[in-house]
């Protein structure tokens, strides 16, 4: 992913000013190592750093239209550019970037062309002409951005809270799906999908509909010009992504470039069990596959920097983002740039374990369409930060916005689990490609039942955060911790330990106001805990804490004091983690 900046309005084009927006740039480099770009236009500022996927030649940027009276600075990929070329026949193009169709849009459509794009994107677009301006993210909130407002009356844009928290009076995450103009002041949501007010849909679940949505889904983020490959745990989300990725690359102008043997990538703790699994799936399908190892201490060595980058002090994503950052190194030194991640499913299918509570489909559907909205404040958070500090870029097939359309239309009675008939968690996907003739993966891996983590990664890696974080924090830090940490008050040492480290870096009161907090059972939202009654008195983020769902889950009768600590310190977040070797 690219890192863009932009300071506008800032009634100050001095040199201190320029060199100021420099500094700031700088700080987002590591998303950026190809190219960094800077334009002013009065006390106006758009800066980039450059992570090239398409055009790496001449895509660099900021990027304009013909009389570079319109100005971009993006971070994404619009997947439908060629298809929109076509529309903008008369328009004549500097670059092959997939961005350029942007500026050029906005020439022919005014601020309305944004649900145009199919994609990932962030943008800031100038029009010097009159100095107005657009913002806007994409539909889930796959990029990451951030909004901010100085003293001085300037509007700050950045991908990264490191952007620009030192220079604002108040900012925020810019909000998923909307649009943020200058001529109306304030933000309108351009993405309005029917989903989306939560209403309860009927169309008939069908296999084949579901399928190729998903196909295509993946098969057009193989538009690349440079390496790439697969994040694969061995579970049911990443392997269907790799299979499908193995299956398709042929003939595609990647394979041309890179060779038709796809790449794929996984790590764990030393025998991991998962592991094995996702080293079985490789097998299956004949990728080149790297396996990396990582310590429980190389863990925690990397606490602070995970925390520096993915820019939260959430514990399940910081336990989750670690050895997705280790990886992400592993990966880059290879020499590849972009890889294709699972994160998305369980949110959209109702994949985690307390989904076996639902009571009955509407609150099922409702449920995802909550977590869907929320994803940019987690695993969408965390696959895009955890992979750009090394300069990687993760693609999402299963937040496509096509897909997201076909599979939340689909009446929820069909996801709905329902044990007694074999239909376990995610049961519609499983289905969709349960292909005969040409498997797409073992049956016995398309029907693995979702596990929360395996033994290896999960019970050794907590246990030893859990540790560390009780060597640095007291009982009478703890005592204190509501006076200290008003907002979000930590409750366990870990959870401490992180907020130290994130205020550190992060001082001020908005930066802690952008990261999500509130009850919540084996990662389910506020809502869904009450789904059931003894839930509310084991308010434990792990999923299996999911009393009487999974084999593991915390018996009735004893008190979660008494629990062992491996039952109780769960990773939640990354059984979606499609790189750790854990079993989705």
């Keep these: ?18 060199v100021r927006v420099l500094e700031l740039s700088r700080r987002l480099k590591h998303r950026g190592p190809d190219w960094s770009g800077l334009y002013q236009h009065g006390d106006c500022y758009l800066a980039h750093q450059r992570l090239a996927i398409i055009d790496p030649a001449s895509g660099d940027q900021p990027l304009f239209n013909e009389d570079k009276s319109v100005v971009v600075t993006v971070n994404g ?18 670059t092959g970037s997939d961005c350029d169709v942007i500026a050029h849009l906005y ?16 943008f800031v677009l100038l029009d010097t002409r009159d100095n107005s301006f657009i913002v806007a993210r994409d539909a889930i909130g796959v990029t990451s951005l951030y909004i901010g407002w100085g003293l001085d009356g300037s509007v700050w844009i950045s991908s990264e809270l490191k952007g620009l928290n030192d220079d604002c009076e108040h900012f925020e995450s810019f909000p998923p799906g909307h649009l943020y103009s200058s001529k109306s002041g304030g933000f309108r949501r351009w993405y309005n999908p029917p989903w989306f ?19 295509n889904a993946v098969t057009k983020r193989l538009m690349t010009d440079v390496p790439f490959g697969v994040l694969l745990s061995g579970g049911l989300d990443s392997s269907l992504v790799a299979s499908i990725t193995a299956r398709y690359l042929a003939g595609t102008k990647a394979a041309k470039h890179w060779g038709a043997q796809l790449h794929s990538f996984c790590v764990g703790l030393e025998g991991s069990p998962d592991l094995k699994a996702a080293r079985e799936v490789a097998d299956y399908l004949g990728t080149v596959h790297h396996e990396f190892h990582f310590t429980v201490q190389d863990g925690i060595d990397a606490i602070e920097d995970v925390i520096y980058h993915i820019e939260t002090y959430d514990v399940t994503t910081i336990r989750a983002s670690t050895p997705m950052f280790l990886m992400s190194r592993k990966i880059k030194s290879l020499g590849v740039k972009m890889v294709i991640s699972g994160e998305g499913s369980d949110e959209i299918f109702g994949g985690y374990l307390y989904f076996h509570k639902a009571p009955n489909k509407d609150e099922f559907h409702r449920e995802t369409c909550r977590k869907i909205k929320a994803l940019h404040q987690y695993d969408c958070l965390r696959a ?3 992979t750009s500090a090394w300069g990687l870029e993760a693609q999402v097939p299963f937040l496509d916005k096509e897909f997201i359309n076909v599979a939340m239309s689909i009446d929820p009675e069909a996801k ?45 890696w907590i246990d030893g955060l859990k540790a560390h974080t009780a060597r640095h924090v007291t009982d009478k ?30 001082p001020q009161n908005s930066a802690r106001l952008t990261v999500p907090g509130g009850a919540s059972v084996a990662c389910s939202t506020a809502k869904a805990v009450e789904w059931d009654a003894a839930w509310k008195n084991n308010l434990d983020p792990s999923g299996r804490a999911a009393l009487g769902v999974h084999l593991s889950a915390y018996d009735a009768e004893t008190p979660l004091s008494n629990k062992p600590s491996k039952v109780i310190d769960s990773i ?13």
């Excluded at 990929?77 to 500097?94: C, D, M, Q, S, V």
């Excluded at 849909?201 to 998903?214: E, G, M, N, Q, T």
């Excluded at 330990?497 to 205020?503: C, D, G, K, L, V």
């Excluded at 939640?572 to 989705?584: K, L, T």
């Design 477 to 506: 830090m703890m005592s204190n911790a509501s006076f200290i940490f008003p907002h979000n008050t930590p409750t366990t040492k870990e959870a401490y330990y992180y907020r130290m480290i994130f205020e550190r870096f992060f």
């Design 416 to 460: 709905m689990i329902k044990n007694d008939e074999g239909r376990i968690e995610k049961w519609v996907l499983r289905r969709a490609f349960d292909e005969e003739e040409h498997p797409y993966l073992p049956k016995h891996i398309l029907y693995r039942q979702k596990e929360q983590f395996s033994d290896g990664v999960g019970y050794s």
């Design 197 to 215: 007010s939560e209403a309860i849909p009927s169309v008939p679940y069908d296999p084949l509909v579901l399928r190729r949505a998903f196909e």
């Design 384 to 386: 895009n930060k955890a």
């Design 1 to 18: 992913m690219c890192g863009i900046l932009a300071v506008l309005g800032c009634s100050d084009d001095s040199q201190a000013k320029r």
């Design 77 to 94: 990929e619009i997947y439908n550019h060629e298809e929109l070329r076509k529309k903008l026949a008369n328009h004549k193009f500097r």
């Design 107 to 122: 020439e022919q459509y005014g601020e309305d062309f944004v649900d145009m794009l199919d994609g990932i994107f962030s």
């Design 572 to 584: 939640p977040r990354m059984m979606d983690f499609p790189g750790v070797a854990i079993q989705s």
